[in-house]
């Protein structure tokens, strides 16, 4: 019993002294990590294996000074408002008291625009074959065709494509040439006027001559009668029964005809 006591008591014993000397190694360690953390690190010694030419080459190049890319700003295109979406927003009553709201409408700024048909290729003047008992420099004109043909020799006409009377304006009969005018005025005749008038069309009781005329580049007048051979600021009409009685031509053919022709040609409107 007194050996067991004995043991105990030096097992004890070792234990403390153990724990002391490791408190105090923990203790001197913390403080000198402590007093290592602020002191003056070594020098760095390379080996000279780490400082060949090849390494050297591997440090970073030098930062460009790039200068940024300059985006210009969006321009916002205002479009007008009308007057009548620029007053009040909300409805009221006489009593000036709100109502509702009312949405303003939604408005494309984009223009719808209407684009004329050219003239049909087939109406371009050229000379085609044509038996006519007529003589030579007559002037035939077939308003169901559209066609204008001028008399050649030969059993052959230059032909031209017109634009004829529409419904209830078309004519027929023989006529000659008793004018010929260049760019030419315009007088309408009192019917058209009362006519367009009721249209709500005004028209001009004179309209000098000029590239806005009606008549066109040159007029070629049949007999006493209203009704002209002439030219057309619609080239796009040509082939169609749009006129008032007269038969009329693109300016680039009318002036061709014009100088064909002389005062006094036989015209036959069929």
């Known amino acids: 019993m007194k050996y067991l006591n004995n043991s105990f008591c ?10 002391a000397s490791l ?31 090849w390494l050297m080459q591997m440090s970073h ?3 460009r000074n790039r200068q940024p890319k300059y985006i210009a700003p969006r321009q916002q295109v205002r479009h007008a408002t009308p ?32 684009v004329k048909p050219g003239m049909d290729p087939r109406f371009l003047p050229q000379i085609v074959n044509y038996d006519s008992k007529h003589k030579t420099g007559t002037i035939i004109i077939s308003t169901d065709s559209k066609y204008l043909f001028l008399i050649m020799e ?25 004018r010929k005018a260049e760019w030419p005025g315009w007088t309408p005749p009192a019917e058209m006027i009362a006519r367009e008038k009721k249209k709500g069309r005004i028209l001009p009781a004179h309209m000098p001559g000029g590239p806005e005329n009606p008549l066109g580049a040159r007029a070629l007048y049949l007999g006493s009668t209203m009704y002209r ?8 009409s040509i082939g169609l029964n749009i006129s ?20 006094g040609t036989k015209v036959v409107v069929l």
């Open 83 to 114: 007057d009548r979406y620029k007053s009040n927003a909300y409805l009221h009553n006489q009593q000036g008291t709100r109502l509702s709201y009312v949405a303003r409408p939604h408005q494309n700024p984009k223009k719808k625009t209407y």
């Open 244 to 263: 008032s009685g007269c038969i009329r031509m693109r300016n680039e053919d009318v002036t061709d005809l014009y100088q064909r022709v002389k005062v």
């Open 229 to 236: 051979i002439h030219g057309t600021t619609q080239p796009w």
């Open 154 to 178: 030969n059993g052959k006409a230059r032909r031209y494509g017109v634009g004829v009377g529409k419904q209830g304006f078309t004519w027929s009969g023989t006529e000659k040439i008793t």
């Open 10 to 19: 030096a097992g004890f014993i070792t234990c403390v002294i153990a724990g």
């Open 61 to 63: 190049r030098p930062i």
């Open 23 to 53: 408190a105090s190694t923990a203790f001197f360690a913390a403080e000198a990590l402590a007093s290592e953390r602020y002191a003056t690190p070594p020098n760095i010694i390379l080996s000279p294996n780490l400082t060949a030419p």
